[in-house]
């Protein structure tokens, strides 16, 4: 089982719909839970970070944790053609410290006109 | 403010040469962390640097590895290239204190080839 899931994709959605990207993990005592945005060809951009258990919205993203499911979501409302990306899910370990980031593979998303 | 800077962008190396890459945190970040990104195993993690001292160390061969100076400056070196080592290394700052410490800002990357 590998620490961070998630599909990837593609995941097509058309512009002005929203975009539910997931992620998992194994790990159950991680702590910390990021979202990255990586365009091909480019290094990522750090989206969201979340820490507890519920909702946090910033923008058009809203990020949703459920640390009993270990589960964490990405919604992009509206979504736009310039959101055509890879997300990443990013976790940090129980035992690895704050700063190790384990990451998902990716979700690819499509945003077509 | 000035991101998270790595020199060179690129960089073209043959089997067993060594490599030495660097990264520039953002200013008043203290934490440095390193990953390698390939398409078979995607991003992964190296080591973190804080207060010029490795903290984390993930699971690479002790070819890889790297330090950190008082300004918070990072290198990271690889000892005796293999064409496996070929990758897009990638540096991320976080403050490590105060605000959100736990947040990685990634640089550019460098992209390493091995011939």
């Known amino acids: 089982q590998k620490e961070v899931e998630q599909n990837s994709g593609p995941l097509s959605v058309p512009e002005g719909a929203i975009a539910s990207l997931n992620c998992t993990y194994s790990?159950?005592?991680?702590?910390?839970f990021f979202w990255y945005r990586q365009y091909s060809g480019k290094s990522p951009e750090l989206i969201m970070s979340?820490?507890?258990?519920g909702d946090k919205e910033d923008g058009r993203f809203t990020a949703q944790l459920n640390k009993a499911s270990q589960y964490v979501s990405l919604l992009i409302r509206d979504s736009q053609p310039s959101d055509s990306a890879t997300y990443l899910c990013?976790?940090?370990?129980?035992?690895?410290?704050?700063?190790?980031?384990?990451f998902g593979a990716g979700t690819r998303l499509a945003v077509h006109p | 403010k000035a991101g998270v800077t790595q020199t060179p962008r690129y960089l073209i190396k043959t089997r067993g040469q060594q490599v030495t890459l660097s990264c520039s945190p953002i200013?008043?970040?203290?934490?440095v962390s390193w990953y390698q990104q390939t398409p078979g195993q995607g991003l992964q993690f190296l080591f973190e640097?804080?207060?010029?001292?490795?903290?984390n160390k993930g699971n690479f061969p002790g070819r890889f590895s790297g330090r950190q100076f008082s300004n918070s400056r990072s290198e990271m070196n690889v000892s005796t290239l293999e064409l496996g080592d070929s990758a897009l290394y990638l540096c991320?700052?976080?403050?490590?204190?105060?605000?959100?410490?736990?947040?990685?800002?990634f640089g550019p990357g460098t992209r390493l080839t091995v011939t």
């Open positions: 790990d159950r005592g991680s702590q910390s």
């Open positions: 979340i820490y507890s258990n």
């Open positions: 640097y804080f207060s010029e001292t490795q903290r």
């Open positions: 990013a976790v940090t370990p129980f035992s690895g410290g704050y700063n190790k980031l384990i």
């Open positions: 991320a700052s976080s403050l490590a204190e105060g605000g959100d410490p736990y947040e990685q800002y």
């Open positions: 200013s008043g970040h203290r934490s």
